[in-house]
T-cell receptor, first 114, second 113 residues
């Protein structure tokens, strides 16, 4: 998807390890967010940000940290990975409010915790 | 709290026929936007169509149209002339003035030849 870059695409972690999923966008979007998608389910919001220095919790924030030091980047940190965090993670960005009726998604990051 | 409900876990349609995927929503915010996304087996999220809560006309994008019934809080996606490539998971989502995007659980559409 144009403009939102997620890395890595695939990752295997051991229980208790920490890691950071990177998300970057080059569209000067204020709004960025992280979702997780478990098999056969919709996307659930983990954390989001409406601008640099501003973050807030979503529906399923436990076990994850975020920061937004620049407009472009919104990394997601897993502090101590657990098997329950095995999922596909999507980063998304858009303008805030309703001026942005298109939300851009990254291609997803497949994370397995063993 | 915002909520999106998709009551059809799976739908089947014959190629070249039309199909309607249901979506109902719940919000107390008067300003909101409704989205439909397609997720093929490869996993990426593909934007299909958008409807704003104050839009007077139903949105259309090629073979996709959104049947927006505000009083019933429904935003059904209609796909006309289904193609084999339309087989995928479809998600309805809603965005309110707080910018958060809430997704439904999705409908798996299978187009049969």
């Amino acid at each position: 998807n144009a403009g939102v870059t997620q890395t890595p695409k695939f990752q295997v972690l051991k229980t208790g390890q920490s890691m950071t999923l990177q998300c970057a966008q080059d569209m000067n979007h204020e709004y960025m967010s992280w979702y997780r998608q478990d098999p056969g389910m919709g996307l659930r919001l983990i954390h989001y940000s409406v601008g640099a220095g501003i973050t807030d919790q979503g529906e399923v924030p436990n076990g994850y940290n975020v920061s937004r030091s620049t407009t472009e980047d919104f990394p997601l940190r897993l502090l101590s990975a657990a098997p329950s965090q095995t999922s596909v993670y999507f980063c998304a960005s858009s303008r805030t409010g309703f001026s942005g009726n298109t939300i851009y998604f990254g291609e997803g990051s497949w994370l397995t915790v063993v | 709290a915002q909520k999106i409900t998709q009551t059809q876990p799976g739908m089947f349609v014959q190629e070249k026929e039309a199909v309607t995927l249901d979506c109902t929503y719940d919000t107390s915010d008067p300003s909101y936007g409704l989205f439909w996304y397609k997720q093929p087996s490869s996993g990426e999220m593909i934007f299909l169509i958008y409807q704003g809560s104050y839009d007077q006309q139903n949105a259309t994008e090629g073979r996709y149209s959104l049947n927006f019934q505000k009083a019933r809080k429904s935003a059904n996606l209609v796909i006309s002339a289904s193609q084999l490539g339309d087989s995928a998971m479809y998600f309805c989502a809603m965005r309110t003035s707080g910018s958060r995007l809430t997704f439904g659980e999705g409908t798996q559409l299978t187009v049969n030849p």
